[in-house]
């Protein structure tokens, strides 16, 4: 059993130790079993794998009993909680009965159906493990550092395997290939850089320091245009998002950034894959020439039968086969975006239901955030602001790239709501505690 092995254990017990009084933490030991499951990983096979594969069933078990457990303190919710819940149990019978009735491969439905109830499920369970604002930078550190356990694996232990220029072969939990390993560690960079720009603490900053190169050379070595432009578009927001002295460090940040990738982007085949995505047809590459074929051929299928055939059905069924079968005959294909994934897999009623959920917990952090920059409390605004750029690289990561069922969309829309709660009651506490003094009698 080696050292890395014993280590993953020991912090794995400690942290379902220190969830009998704070939740977050069996929170945090579900994201190791996501980021770092032992049968994924060389140091795992052994002793960890006898005990059992199913590590991630066993921290999200862990986590159901933490949170009954805790049930009388459990955390404040608000209306806008109650909503997303219904949206997304309308979401989940939606998608069961257009599984069981409508499904063009079940047996592939099963599976991706299987996962969505529990991703659903464990979502509110995050939402009621995060009591406070100090358990949202328990949980996003926890997510930060996994990412650079991740890069630390590939750039050092040289973990994976490079295919045609990509990364490949790292095991991460509901991550398919480079694109999905991109997508998440793009969103492990821009929260390393919140905790650079405003920690918690310096510890924070220290470490966040550190991991930062290690997950911005794994997300090159993936070599995702996705990834690329997700984090662009993330850089973007958080300077705009962003308010005040906050913002100056976020330029400078970037900035840095900027300099690194220009210093780490050696390989040639990194800056063709990402201007071939801006080219004209005869300039443009294959993979990014054919993905437009596939989005029209979602599209016609999102038209033809727009209750959906069940989770892959575009275009992995004999259906969905027979939309791609002019240029890739005989083969089961990804659509290559998740938006279109979605409307084929559950329809166009389901799409609505999910948006709509998302929607609710995404525009109660915007709502939030920008009343805490009002306020010119820069601290919370800025929190805002990197949840907020997290939420846009990852939107725009799966528009080239079937993700949008990776279970940490729903985290984050966990997240934004406990963001949004947290911070609504904290603005209300402060403008009471002002009308009190103000209203209070002077004593001259």
Known sequence: MSATAIAWLLIFCSLLAASVRRPVFACCAYLMTFFAAPQFWWWGKGLLTSITMRWNLLAALALVLIVFANWSRRAPTSKNCFRVAVFAFLYLINA???HNLLAANPDVSAKYF???????GLAFLI???LHKTEDLHIFLFAITSLCGYVGYEVVVNEAGTTIAGRLEGIGIANASGANGIAAIMSMGLILCGYFIISPPSSLYRIAAVAMAPLILDTVLRCNSRGAFLGLIASGVWLIVAARSQVRIRAVALLGIGAIAILIQAGDARIWERFFSTFAEGSERDNSAGERLLYWEAALNMVQDYPLGKGAKAAFKSDLGATYIEHFRAGEYRSVHNGFLDNLTSWGVQGFILLSSAFAISYFAMFRVAREYAKENKN??????AALQSVLIGQLVCTLFTSILDGEWYLWLAAVSLAYATYASQNLED???????????????
């Open 96 to 98: 069961f009965l257009v």
């Open 114 to 120: 299987d996962l969505l109830w529990k991703s659903v």
């Open 430 to 444: 402060d403008s009471t505690e002002s009308e009190a003094t103000s209203s209070s009698p002077r004593i001259d």
């Open 127 to 129: 939402r009621l493990s």
């Open 379 to 384: 601290e919370m605004s800025f929190l805002g």
